[in-house]
């Protein structure tokens, strides 16, 4: 079975200094990966996903993710963060075939402190 | 273009009531998804519809929830009678033309159900 770890629950980081939120899965291939942001009273967005080739992925507002098989991860990584950013993260993983059957994570809280 | 609606936003019920959401998707989505949100956790998929047939439904507690989607676009998803655990947020999603790993999915801004 297919299973998605974010190890932090919440994370605060001060407005400009760079961030990384954390993903392990867990899944007997190279599945397939997303992240998701969602505000307040908001649904989901899809911020970037990783099927194969290129192990960076460029996503929007200026996120990026790595793929690193041998850790079994899929971190999240800004370089200089908004108090716009401020939101609920969310890992995901599916299998690389057939329809999407997506596994999310528990969720990383961002706080942005100026 | 139109994103996925949802209604209502908020609902309370009294426990052993009943409840249904609506869903209207972006137009053109041929898959429709309904995920169930509890505080703290991450979405969890209760059906996933191609179409109007039903995909996936391993994670719908069909004793109590029933979803249907008529002429594959819009799509209710009925609870009855509530419980006390199905205190959550109801999101709905489509996506685009295949329901394949590529679509991207596309979320509405989710039902916040309380039951009391």
């Known amino acids: 079975a297919q299973s998605v770890t974010q190890p932090d629950i919440h994370i605060t980081v001060s407005e400009g200094a760079s961030l990384e939120l954390r993903c392990n899965y867990s899944y007997g291939a190279t599945p397939y990966l997303f992240w998701y942001v969602q505000s307040p009273g908001q649904g989901l967005q899809l911020l970037l996903k990783y099927f194969s080739g290129d192990t960076l992925v460029q996503g929007i507002k200026g996120f990026e993710a790595e793929f690193k098989r041998s850790q079994s991860s899929f971190n999240l990584r800004k370089p200089s963060v908004h108090w716009s950013d401020a939101a609920e993260y969310f890992c995901?993983?599916?299998?690389?075939?057939?329809?999407?059957?997506?596994?999310f994570g528990i969720g990383t809280k961002l706080q942005v402190i100026p | 273009e139109a994103g996925v609606a949802q209604s209502p936003r908020y609902k309370i019920i009294e426990k052993r009531q009943s409840v249904a959401f609506w869903c209207n998707p972006i137009s053109g989505h041929a898959t429709l998804y309904w995920y169930q949100q509890i505080l703290g956790q991450g979405p969890k998929l209760l059906i996933q519809f191609q179409n109007n047939g039903v995909v996936d439904d391993s994670q719908l507690p069909k004793d109590r929830f029933s979803a249907e989607r008529l002429k594959g676009v819009d799509s209710t998803l009925k609870i009855q009678p509530a419980k006390l655990e199905d205190s959550a947020v109801y999101l709905c999603?489509?996506?685009?033309?295949?329901?394949?790993?590529?679509?991207?999915?596309?979320f509405g801004p989710g039902t916040r159900l309380t039951v009391l």
């Open positions: 995901a993983v599916g299998p690389p075939w057939g329809y999407q059957k997506v596994t």
């Open positions: 999603a489509s996506s685009s033309p295949s329901g394949g790993q590529e679509d991207t999915q596309y």
